[in-house]
């Protein structure tokens, strides 16, 4: 999975925690955490110390608000495939309810079966 693909994900799929950290470093800082720790564990330190890992991917800033308010927790940056699953999904979905996008088109810009295209239709709500 290439993690930049995460940055397409509708905010409304984000997990709990990034949404939680977008609230007190911002949406753009939380998405670049989010994506460079995808499906590892993350120690935050208690204090910002300067040239960490953290810092880099988020800035200094964001990373000083981080460290006040997780510092000292170990933080599970959840994996991103599922995520990615889901906006698939709901993309499909729109395309065949909103926009009357054909199966058999779909089928061919998601590279997918006409019975999986059918089945995420069939199961997804928008």
Same mark, same amino acid.
């Given at each position: 999975?290439?993690? $930049?693909?995460?940055?397409?994900?509708?905010?409304?799929?984000?997990?709990?925690?990034?949404?939680?950290?977008? $609230?007190?470093?911002?949406?753009?800082?939380?998405?670049?955490?989010? *994506? !460079?720790?995808?499906? !590892?564990?993350?120690?935050?330190?208690?204090?910002?110390?300067?040239?960490? *890992?953290?810092? $880099? &991917?988020?800035?200094? $800033?964001?990373?000083?608000?981080?460290? #006040?308010?997780?510092?000292?927790?170990?933080?599970?940056?959840?994996?991103?495939? +599922?995520?990615?699953?889901?906006? !698939?999904?709901?993309?499909?979905?729109?395309?065949?309810?909103?926009?009357?996008? #054909?199966?058999?088109?779909?089928? &061919?810009?998601?590279?997918? +079966?006409? !019975?999986?295209?059918?089945?995420?239709?069939? #199961? &997804? #709500?928008?």
């Amino acid at each position: 999975m290439n993690p $930049e693909l995460l940055r397409n994900i509708e905010r409304s799929l984000w997990p709990d925690l990034i949404k939680n950290i977008a $609230e007190i470093i911002g949406d753009e800082a939380a998405l670049n955490l989010f *994506v !460079r720790f995808a499906g !590892r564990h993350l120690n935050v330190p208690q204090k910002a110390i300067a040239g960490h *890992v953290i810092e $880099e &991917t988020i800035g200094r $800033e964001a990373f000083v608000l981080l460290a #006040k308010h997780y510092g000292r927790e170990n933080l599970k940056i959840p994996g991103g495939y +599922s995520l990615l699953i889901q906006d !698939r999904n709901l993309k499909i979905a729109h395309d065949f309810y909103k926009n009357g996008v #054909k199966i058999c088109d779909l089928v &061919t810009q998601y590279h997918l +079966s006409d !019975r999986q295209i059918s089945s995420i239709v069939n #199961k &997804t #709500k928008i």
